[in-house]
């Protein structure tokens, strides 16, 4: 699923589980409900693994940026969401129960006004990568483990989640990642177009990410694109 321009709905991209090796990459999801949801149920029978989800744009999410939901004990497998720009969600990225996660060079603003978190982990939960990331620093940070159930963890500062010992085999996620202002370009003066979300060379996500590259979604390849290859709306 690519290039695509997703806007005023209740789920930008819905899959009702079952889904394996898909790719979503290169979409501008605005005004949703949850921008990117996977639910998988029924005891392994219907599971999503190794998904990848990357360089999408997901601006105004009144719930979630991206959703991964497992219910009646499924475990999802071996799913990476890396490069999203999430801005102004509930909750930037909620990750259900499963083993190989990996989560990385993704920048997330929460909503203001609303009580809700950077990062939502389940209860039985493996993470192989959690680093990179850039959460912006306009709200209190905010992780949560065991999200919609008691007996989880809160991480309210990111010196507290890069010393939680919440990878598998017990080491530290957070490596690389910043609680900041990403100082997006902002050419409209609204944060209402695309092309606002590129960064300044003065970001602090400008080529901090993984591997050198910038946080965040490449906004010149998201959303239509035009006969040349590149972006359009």
């Not at 990410?209 to 694109?225: E, H, K, Q, S, T």
Request: glycine residues 14%.
């Amino acid at each position: 699923f690519e290039h695509n321009y997703i806007y005023n709905c209740a789920r930008g991209i819905y899959s009702k589980s079952n889904m394996n090796g898909a790719i979503i990459r290169f979409n501008y999801i605005v005004d949703t409900n949850v921008g990117i949801y996977d639910n998988s149920y029924i005891d392994q029978q219907r599971t999503s693994n190794n998904n990848i989800i990357h360089d999408n744009l997901i601006v105004n999410a009144t719930y979630m940026g991206i959703r991964w939901r497992t219910e009646d004990g499924v475990t999802d497998d071996g799913n990476h969401f890396f490069n999203n720009t999430i801005y102004e969600v509930k909750h930037g990225i909620t990750i259900g129960d499963g083993t190989g996660w990996m989560v990385y060079n993704n920048i997330i603003r929460r909503e203001a006004g609303t009580s809700g978190h950077h990062v939502n982990l389940g209860t039985n939960y493996s993470l192989k990568k959690f680093d990179h990331n850039l959460y912006e620093s306009s709200l209190d940070f905010h992780i949560q483990t065991h999200f919609e159930v008691s007996g989880g963890s809160d991480y309210t500062t990111l010196v507290s989640w890069q010393a939680s010992g919440e990878l598998q085999n017990g080491a530290n996620p957070g490596n690389g990642s910043i609680y900041a202002d990403p100082q997006y370009e902002n050419y409209s003066g609204s944060m209402s177009e695309k092309i606002d979300f590129k960064l300044k060379v003065s970001s602090p996500g400008y080529q901090a990410g993984l591997g050198g590259i910038d946080m965040g979604a490449n906004i010149d390849l998201v959303g239509l694109i035009d006969g040349g290859g590149t972006g359009g709306v």
